[in-house]
């Protein structure tokens, strides 16, 4: 039987750090969406430069873990006199951690763009950077709702990460409600029902856009 008094006595807590996870799974969606689009258009680019650069990124950033690159945002910038606060360098990590798995995302998308389109747009006097954002782009990200919006939900639940670094977040208030009552099942179901919150609405919107894609398409 879950204690629900342990809820409502720190309700002003788990409030707080359910505030701090939405701050940063939003601005960390939409850091590491852009930053996503730019390297997926690196990685297909006309230029070779561009194409090493995007692959280093997304092959280096996929395969290491999410907490070492959080690590060198708190604990390595300070090293060359950059310092940052927890929320912002969790932030920070979990959105360049996530712009590596967005951006192969995108590419595929835009990889399975008919090529008719870009020759097309390039032969009417668009630039190649003009028929990205107006012609290639929009219907890449339609083709990969799912997948993208897959990602989106993964950043949600990799915001925890926080917490290692004392961020603030949901998982950091639930680790200090229980370092207070002792009580570790019922303190963390209830965070897990804030994460729920969070992500189930995203999930049913991701599903609602997508349906409603697939009728005008």
Do not use: C
């Not at 873990?65 to 945002?73: A, C, G, H, S």
């Amino acid at each position: 039987m879950l204690r629900y008094s342990i809820l409502f006595d720190h309700w002003d807590m788990y409030l707080q750090g359910f505030t701090n996870t939405l701050k940063a799974s939003v601005l960390a969606l939409i850091g590491s969406l852009a930053i996503g689009i730019i390297i997926a258009i690196f990685r297909i680019a006309p230029i070779r430069p561009l194409n090493w650069l995007g692959a280093a990124y997304v092959e280096f950033i996929r395969n290491i873990p999410l907490v070492l690159i959080v690590f060198v945002f708190f604990v390595g910038l300070p090293a060359v006199g950059i310092r940052l606060d927890p929320f912002t360098a969790g932030t920070l990590g979990l959105m360049v951690y996530t712009a590596a798995f967005i951006a192969e995302v995108i590419r595929s998308g835009i990889l399975a763009v008919p090529k008719g389109q870009m020759e097309a747009a390039r032969s009417s006097g668009l630039t190649y950077l003009q028929t990205m954002r107006y012609i290639i782009l929009p219907q890449a990200i339609k083709i990969v709702i799912p997948p993208l919006g897959n990602q989106f939900i993964n950043l949600v639940k990799n915001s925890s990460v926080l917490g290692v670094i004392a961020g603030f977040d949901l998982m950091y208030f639930g680790d200090l409600i229980s370092s207070e009552t002792f009580v570790t099942f019922d303190v963390y179901i209830f965070v897990a029902l804030f994460y729920l919150v969070l992500t189930i609405p995203l999930s049913l919107g991701v599903g609602y856009l997508e349906r409603r894609l697939a009728k005008t398409r």
